[in-house]
C-alpha cells in the first residue's frame, strides 16, 4: 500500500509516502508561514507521479490556515486518485516521533501554543498510538496534575515542562515540537489497518479561529 501523508498544522509543512509501512521519500517547508504555497510542490516531489492508495493529513489542532491548506489538498488528492482518507491529530503525529521505549514507560502530553497566552493539551496513555479524548484549552497555570511520569512535546512543550517540574512532578521535556508527516504516517498505518479507533480528516480546532470573516453590512 502506498500512503501520501501531509501535514500543516504548525510552524512546518510536510509531506511524506510510505510505501508497505516503509518511508520512501519526505520533504518539508520550514516556516509559520507559507504553506498554501509550499505544501502541494512537496506533495507533488514526494509522489513523484505516483498514485496514492491512501492518503492521511495532520488534522489539528493547529494554524486555520495550514490545516485548511493540508486537509483541502488531501481530500482533493484522494478524490481524484479514489484514495482512502484518513486523519491523525497534532498530539498523535508529535507523540510518534519519540522513541518507542519511551512511549512504553510515559505517558505522552502535547502541548500546542494558541497564541492567545493559552495552550491546548492532547494526552496519550502510555504505549498508546491514539489520544483517547479531545485536545483542552488551558491557561499554563491550569496545567493538570498528572498521575504518572509523563513526556512533553509539542510548541507550547517548554512552558507546560517547567509548569510541572516546578511542582516536583516526573515531567520529561523532549525534542519533538512539531509534528512531521513521516511520523504522522506511523499513526495512519495503524488506523487504516484498524488496530486503533478511525478519525476522519474534518478539522480539530478546538477553539474558534482567531481570524474571522467580516460582518455583512
Known amino acids: 500500500m502506498r500512503l ?20 520512501v521519500a519526505h520533504a518539508f517547508h520550514a516556516g509559520a508561514r507559507g504553506q498554501p504555497t509550499a505544501l502541494p510542490p512537496l ?75 493559552r495552550f491546548l493539551l492532547e494526552r496519550l496513555e502510555a504505549d498508546a ?29 517548554p512552558l507546560a515542562a517547567a509548569r510541572l517540574l516546578a511542582r516536583g512532578f516526573d515531567a520529561m521535556l523532549t525534542g519533538s515540537r512539531l509534528p512531521d508527516a513521516a511520523a504522522a504516517g506511523l499513526v495512519a498505518m495503524r488506523r487504516l489497518a484498524g488496530d486503533i479507533p478511525w478519525r476522519d480528516a474534518t478539522p480539530l480546532y478546538v477553539e474558534p479561529p482567531a481570524v474571522r470573516l467580516p460582518a455583512a453590512r
Open 129 to 157: 498510538w491514539h489520544a483517547a479524548a479531545a485536545p483542552e484549552p488551558m491557561a499554563e497555570r491550569e496545567i493538570p496534575t498528572p498521575r504518572a511520569p509523563v513526556a512533553l512535546v509539542g510548541d507550547a512543550a
Open 43 to 117: 506533495a507533488e516531489q514526494v509522489l513523484g507521479g505516483a498514485r496514492p492508495d491512501a492518503v492521511a493529513v495532520v488534522v489539528g489542532p493547529g494554524g486555520f490556515t495550514g490545516l485548511r491548506t493540508a486537509i483541502a489538498l488531501a481530500e482533493g488528492i484522494a478524490l481524484a486518485t479514489a484514495a482512502r482518507l484518513v486523519g491523525v491529530t497534532t498530539g498523535e503525529a508529535l507523540a510518534a516521533a519519540l522513541p518507542e521505549g519511551l512511549r512504553a514507560t510515559r505517558a505522552v502530553w502535547a502541548a500546542i501554543d494558541t497564541k492567545r497566552g
Open 4 to 23: 501520501l501523508v501531509l501535514d500543516g498544522s504548525l510552524a512546518r509543512c510536510s509531506a511524506a509516502v510510505m510505501e508497505d509501512g516503509a518511508l
